[in-house]
């Protein structure tokens, strides 16, 4: 039996989710998407599509009877891992079980929450905002107020922004506390002081710095990610500042395998983590790094899950910038004027849309908000970030309106 099934354990909906099943086939491995939820992965649409199994439930029996039924008790998997950070820690454990390649579960497992994070870190001297976890509206009004206001409300295992949400009052903060508790996500909620400072990424491998990034946020109260830099020119104090927090974080947290994304903000010289995240980045980032790098994260990635030694070696010095498309307001996508314009502009490597015209559109404050890219190269930040700016201004996005205009 061929060892060549690499079973990524559900996915991320696009992005990253499909450029994994892409360089897997590329790299003579067979891609296998386990999944209970087959219908939210568009791209499971197209040629290219990977080899589908389909659960009632995605648990840990589930996973070892289908690796004994379908693929020889583990004889035929060279691989396991998730492109989502909801079930990094599933695949790892079912890696372990196997005797295959991956992080540590536990600690994996443990990271997801936030509130694990900040009591890891602060403990250890990594810069923490003021935090309390809860599990109770009153409590989250009461801990608002001890910190401060404004805060920042979040789920303690959340991704993508999503429930994240700055509160100026305590009115702010009961309502939104309301709304996290009632929706579930382990009963609690992480209550912090908001930073103000520059924000940034860092992306690590196997506890080596790869780069940082410089992230761009919308309009509060919510975080939406509207664009990167990689790699963020700075000052070398606030690169060693960064730089040296997630070294230290990532020892603290027993995550040295494997791809992490850091988040943090610099707070007069200080940095300061707001999560961690123990997978590679989303929003296109490892797709930055490869432009500006030639750094294949997700191959490197898979390289590493399927027991061979990455290569994270540069074989290109440039800047990439991304900025992402938003709709201006809820409703059908009418059209999308300028793509075309945008992808001839000078320095622009990539423009994508992710929806299709008639989609019914929601604003809702986080990563979800995004329907599409341009992408920009360039000798220096500068130089990239605002190619990728002019890209994006030349692009019109059309809501509630006959697709008269058509897309282009």
């Known amino acids: 039996m061929t060892r060549d099934a690499v079973l990524f354990i559900e996915s991320n909906t696009s992005g990253t989710g499909r450029l994994f099943v892409r360089a897997a086939r590329e790299m003579g491995l067979r891609p296998v998407l386990v999944t209970a939820a087959p219908a939210k992965y568009a791209y499971l649409a197209e040629a290219d599509a990977p080899?589908?199994?389909?659960?009632?439930?995605?648990d840990d029996a589930a996973l070892d009877e289908l690796v004994r039924a379908r693929f020889g008790g583990g004889a035929a998997v060279a691989g396991v891992t998730s492109s989502s950070e909801y079930w990094i820690a599933t695949?790892?454990?079912?890696?372990?079980?196997?005797?295959?390649?991956g992080p540590d579960a536990a600690a994996v497992h443990a990271a997801r929450d936030k509130s694990h994070q900040r009591r890891v870190l602060g403990a250890g001297g990594v810069g923490v905002p003021a935090w309390r976890a809860v599990?109770?509206?009153?409590?989250?009004?009461?801990?608002?107020?001890?910190?401060?206001?404004?805060?920042?409300?979040?789920?303690?295992g959340g991704s993508g922004s999503v429930g994240v949400r700055a509160c100026a009052d305590a009115g702010e903060t009961e309502r939104h506390a309301a709304a996290l508790l009632e929706s579930g996500d382990g009963g609690r909620v992480l209550v912090e002081a908001l930073v103000e400072g520059a924000e940034f990424s860092v992306e690590m491998?196997?506890?080596?710095?790869?780069?940082?990034?410089?992230?761009?946020?919308?309009?509060?109260?919510?975080?939406?990610?509207?664009?990167?830099?990689?790699?963020a020119a700075l000052s070398a104090g606030d690169a060693a500042a960064l730089e040296s927090a997630v070294v230290?974080?990532?020892?603290?947290?027993g995550l040295g395998w494997g791809p992490l994304h850091w988040e943090l903000r610099m707070r007069g010289g200080e940095a300061v983590v707001m999560e961690v995240n123990p997978r590679l980045a989303g929003g296109f980032i490892p797709e930055l790094v490869r432009h500006a790098q030639g750094i294949d994260l997700i191959r490197q990635t898979l390289r590493l899950v399927v027991g061979l030694a990455p290569d994270l070696a540069p074989s290109a010095h440039r800047h990439a910038s991304i900025r992402f498309l938003f709709a201006p307001g809820d409703g059908p996508l009418a059209g999308v004027v300028g793509m075309d314009a945008?992808?001839?502009?000078?320095?622009?490597?990539?423009?994508?849309?992710?929806?299709a015209l008639g989609d019914v559109l929601e604003v809702r404050g986080d990563f979800r908000d995004r329907i599409g890219h341009v992408v920009a190269l360039g000798e220096t930040e500068d130089d990239s970030a605002s190619?990728?700016?002019?890209?994006?201004?030349?692009?019109?996005?059309?809501?509630?309106?006959?697709?008269?205009?058509?897309?282009?």
């Open 248 to 253: 230290r974080g990532t020892e603290l947290l």
């Open 342 to 355: 945008a992808r001839g502009m000078s320095g622009v490597v990539d423009a994508a849309l992710y929806r």
């Open 205 to 231: 491998f196997s506890r080596r710095v790869v780069g940082i990034t410089r992230k761009h946020l919308g309009a509060p109260p919510a975080f939406v990610e509207t664009g990167h830099d990689y790699p």
């Open 51 to 58: 080899e589908v199994v389909v659960l009632p439930r995605v």
């Open 135 to 156: 599990d109770r509206v009153a409590d989250a009004v009461a801990a608002a107020r001890e910190i401060g206001f404004p805060v920042v409300l979040k789920p303690v």
């Open 91 to 101: 695949a790892a454990a079912l890696a372990a079980r196997l005797g295959l390649a």
């Open 387 to 408: 190619a990728a700016e002019r890209a994006r201004g030349a692009v019109r996005v059309v809501i509630g309106r006959p697709a008269a205009l058509g897309v282009g």
